[in-house]
């Protein structure tokens, strides 16, 4: 059937402003962004594109910045668009002594809390450090974003992925090669993730609320949530913190332009009104050679910066 059969159903905006899609609240424009209404509508518009057409997924951009000099082909804005969350029920084999379990089913647009409190809603347990992660569900899959000792991959049992094609795919966990903040596909190919199956054990779902209850209370009153920011900056090093490196080399509070090394977590850079792309990348490289100088770790970014300086 062909294109003209099934007409784009999103919102295509040229031009776009990146600063209004990521979490830092600042950066450069894309030549385009799409924002599709549902998966069907993101398959025909990835087989409207050209094939060579560079290709950009985005949730909540807690975890990306734009260089001032905007970004070439087409970001595709996912939260607020996949949207879908289920409770699936399923008789599974017992694992680690647990006999019972169920399965939450999340598209790739869904913030990575709604996950924790949906399961905890379900009497489900062992989510709930998905409350602590900014982002959704697509970028906690392709990083394998983890806090408070528990990373996302290890509730994993299936992913959906999309091709540049619009063709979808169900993988498995042993498709990649899943890491410390790091996923790769075992293949060499190019898909992004567009929903996941958690696998989850059946549990006291008020004590895990109460869980997810504390850890936000926790995660206010260490992180700069009030002001636009990205998560953590960088890794954790083996064996160590990254904020402790940068504290103990002088950064805590330091500036450049509107950026700040956050006075309340080292770890956090926030926007104190007007930072560039630049001020905060800049800000990036200097932590990193002064921690390197001093200290002789070099600190690797956890946070992805695309496009082309000013």
Not at 140 to 145: D, E, Y
Not at 171 to 200: D, G, I, M, N, T
Request: proline letters at 5%.
């Amino acid at each position: 059937m062909s294109e003209s059969m099934h007409p784009l159903r999103g919102v295509l905006e040229a031009d776009a402003d990146m600063g209004r899609y990521v979490s830092w609240r600042a950066g450069g424009r894309v030549e385009r962004l799409y924002t599709p209404t549902d998966l069907d509508d993101l398959c025909v518009f990835l087989r409207s594109l050209p094939a060579d057409e560079p290709i950009l997924f985005i949730g909540l951009g807690s975890n990306l910045l734009v260089r001032d000099g905007g970004l070439q082909g087409t970001a595709i804005a996912l939260h607020g668009a996949l949207k879908d969350i289920a409770l699936q029920e399923r008789r599974l084999a017992p694992r680690d002594g647990q006999p019972c379990f169920g399965v939450v089913h999340a598209e790739a647009g869904v913030a990575s809390p709604k996950v924790a409190s949906f399961a905890a809603q379900n009497d489900l347990v062992g989510a709930e450090f998905l409350a602590g992660i900014p982002g959704c569900v697509g970028g906690a899959l392709a990083m394998n974003a983890g806090c408070h000792g528990h990373e996302t991959w290890e509730y994993v049992s299936q992913v959906q992925t999309v091709d540049r094609h619009g063709r979808l795919h169900l993988r498995a966990p042993a498709h990649f090669r899943v890491a410390y903040r790091s996923v790769k596909p075992a293949q060499p190919r190019e898909e992004w993730f567009v929903a996941a199956w958690f696998l989850l054990p059946r549990g006291d779902g008020e004590h895990s609320r109460t869980l997810i209850k504390q850890l936000l209370a926790k995660r206010a009153a260490s992180q700069p949530l009030t002001q636009p920011n990205a998560g953590s900056v960088f890794r954790n090093p083996p064996g160590d913190f990254a904020a402790r490196l940068i504290e103990s080399c002088g950064f805590k509070g330091r500036s450049i332009g509107g950026a700040q090394f956050s006075e309340k977590h080292a770890n956090f850079i926030v926007n104190l009104g007007g930072a560039t792309a630049t001020d905060i990348e800049t800000l990036i490289e200097t932590a990193q050679a002064g921690v390197e100088a001093k200290t002789g770790v070099r600190l690797e970014r956890e946070v992805r910066i695309v496009g082309e300086k000013a």
